[in-house]
């Protein structure tokens, strides 16, 4: 199923279920407007037809490719155990180049796809026909070469040429089916946006509130896909991405507020210890300037 039709279903069903609740259908069943509960049965029903029709498309798609690999394998599998018995019966009867063309291996057999399969296996088919028709049938079918095994042959060949046909009429069928999708989700956004006008009349009581707010915020689209915002609280920045407004930046830049030089005037009620709230004097080596105009001077002011 398509991610944003899956989205659109998932939103209206629990739009419904908010409003299914009871201390919710207290405000609006049998209440006025009596269009709220009309619209909401459409919109159920419109839900329903929607979420149908989108697991048939899913259905479909994968079912098609699904039995036509099944019935490739049957042929494979038929042609691989006739042509062996063929072979056998053409080196007996002194037939080799019966024998060459038909020599398969199983493996042979599974790499042809659609129409190389198909003509490989309608090829064994006429020559097991001539052989089960001509002088030498009765050998034939000492090997199981006779008329039931070209007719099974036949049967599973025909059953594979009508798999090989049916993908290219479903794309068509899908095609329909996906534009008539498209046209559902647009409805469906259009009835649910009318159902919350009307709810908008249960607005004006406690109840009627947390109702209202309830039903427009259930059918509202979590995006959790995006990556780092900005501005106030997710900002990115620097290598490591910081958070908070504006973002931050793993390195520790010297022009930074934050290590701002202090001037012999700053007012600071408990100096911190340089161990506990700045870098060791190692880890400034390449770049650091002296302590002298970062920190205070031993003679600063303090209150």
């Known amino acids: ?37 009309t619209k909401l049965d459409e919109c159920r029903a419109l839900v329903a037809a929607l979420e149908a029709d989108a697991g048939s498309q899913s259905a479909d798609r994968t079912g098609v490719a699904k039995d036509k690999r099944q019935e490739e394998r049957e042929l494979e599998d038929m042609a691989y155990n006739t042509a062996g018995l063929l072979v056998a019966y053409a080196r007996e009867a002194g037939n080799e180049s019966l024998a060459t063309k038909h020599d398969k291996t199983m493996s042979d057999w599974r790499r042809m796809r659609d129409e190389a399969l198909l003509t490989a296996a309608r090829e064994l088919e006429a020559d097991v026909d001539a052989v089960v028709a001509g002088p030498d049938a009765l050998l034939a079918a000492d090997y199981g070469v006779d008329a039931a095994r070209a007719a099974a042959l036949k049967s599973e060949a025909d059953d ?44 004006g009581t406690a109840a009627g509130d947390s109702f209202y707010a309830g039903f427009v915020d259930a059918g509202q689209v979590i995006d959790l896909g995006h990556g780092p915002g900005t501005g106030s609280g997710g900002g990115s920045g620097g290598n490591g991405g910081g958070g908070g407004s504006g973002g931050g930046s793993d390195s520790m830049d010297p022009s930074s507020s934050s290590l701002a030089p202090v001037s012999s005037s700053s007012s600071m009620s408990y100096p911190p210890s340089s161990s506990s709230y700045f870098p060791s004097s190692s880890s400034w080596s390449s770049y650091a300037p002296s302590s002298s105009s970062y920190y205070p001077s031993s003679s600063s002011s303090l209150p």
């Open 1 to 37: 199923m398509n991610d944003k039709i899956a989205n659109q279903i998932a939103r209206r069903q629990a739009q419904i279920a908010c409003a299914d609740r009871p201390e919710n259908k207290l405000v609006w069943e049998g209440q006025l407007p009596a269009r709220f509960e």
């Open 160 to 203: 594979y040429q009508a798999w090989i046909i049916a993908p290219r009429d479903n794309i068509g069928q899908r095609k329909q089916l996906t534009a008539s999708l498209t046209e559902q989700v647009r409805n469906l956004t259009a009835q649910f946006d009318l159902l919350e006008m009307i709810a908008r009349a249960f607005r």
